[in-house]
């Protein structure tokens, strides 16, 4: 049981150029989610995707796109990087049933930087 | 907006109790509280949620003030390990997900 898994662990782009930032997950949970953290900042919700075939913005989705490839996997799509987003960028997931809460469990983290 | 509001950092010493406050004053009535931590370097992880009265878990308790305007996180014994990040968070919408997270208390324990 490994959790939340992503891919790569650490990135160096040039700006303009495009990459994929992969999340799975083997819990078997409904929703997962994507954040970014600037440094000394708090984690800012990029897009969420609440279960299979839905993905919703949050609240920074400028410069992004996501796609809900099946149950496991919520990728995250830069398609042309700015200096701006260098960032950490963190997966989760959760269980999600209508207002009953259930805690999200993180990914390691995937380290961007744009050049 | 920021949801609630949290001290930028605290300290304490080794082996003490840690009671980190939050404010959360626009909450809504259905609006659980969650508490996650951040240890250096690593993603977030759940520390304890509550809706109204106050909840104990293995990790730590949650107090939540009786009109909900503001709670505080207690841990019962502080250690080295505890150092880290505290985030108190509210929901983004009505059904209590995705969460929103604020700057949160940078919490440091000294031996």
């Known amino acids: 049981n490994a959790g939340v898994t992503q891919t790569p662990k650490f990135q160096v782009l040039k700006t303009g150029q495009s990459m994929t930032l992969q999340c799975a997950q083997d819990?078997?949970?409904?929703?997962m989610y994507w954040y970014r953290q600037d440094p000394g900042m708090g984690l800012r919700l990029i897009y969420y995707?609440?279960?299979?075939?839905?993905?919703d913005k949050g609240e920074v989705p400028n410069g992004y796109n996501v796609s809900r490839l099946n149950k496991r996997e919520f990728s995250l799509r830069l398609e042309s990087a700015a200096p701006s987003q260098t960032s950490v960028y963190f997966c989760?997931?959760?269980?999600?049933?209508?207002?009953?809460?259930?805690?999200?469990?993180f990914g390691p983290g995937t380290r961007l930087t744009v050049t | 907006d920021a949801k609630t509001t949290q001290p930028n950092s605290m300290e304490s010493n080794e082996e003490e109790p840690v009671h980190l406050p939050c404010n959360h004053s626009?909450?809504?009535?259905?609006?659980?509280i969650h508490w996650y931590r951040q240890l250096p370097s690593q993603g977030p992880e759940y520390v304890i949620h509550?809706?109204?009265s106050n909840v104990n878990n293995r990790m730590a308790s949650l107090a939540i003030a009786e009109d909900r305007k503001s709670s505080t996180l207690i841990l019962h014994r502080a250690t080295l390990r505890d150092a880290a990040v505290y985030y108190c968070?509210?929901?983004?919408?009505?059904?209590?997900?995705?969460?929103?997270f604020g700057k949160g208390t940078r919490l440091s324990v000294i031996a």
């Open positions: 819990m078997n949970h409904n929703s």
């Open positions: 509550g809706l109204t």
């Open positions: 626009t909450i809504s009535g259905t609006d659980y």
């Open positions: 995707s609440a279960s299979e075939g839905t993905t």
């Open positions: 989760a997931s959760s269980k999600s049933v209508d207002r009953v809460v259930y805690e999200q469990y």
């Open positions: 968070i509210l929901p983004l919408n009505s059904g209590n997900t995705p969460l929103v």
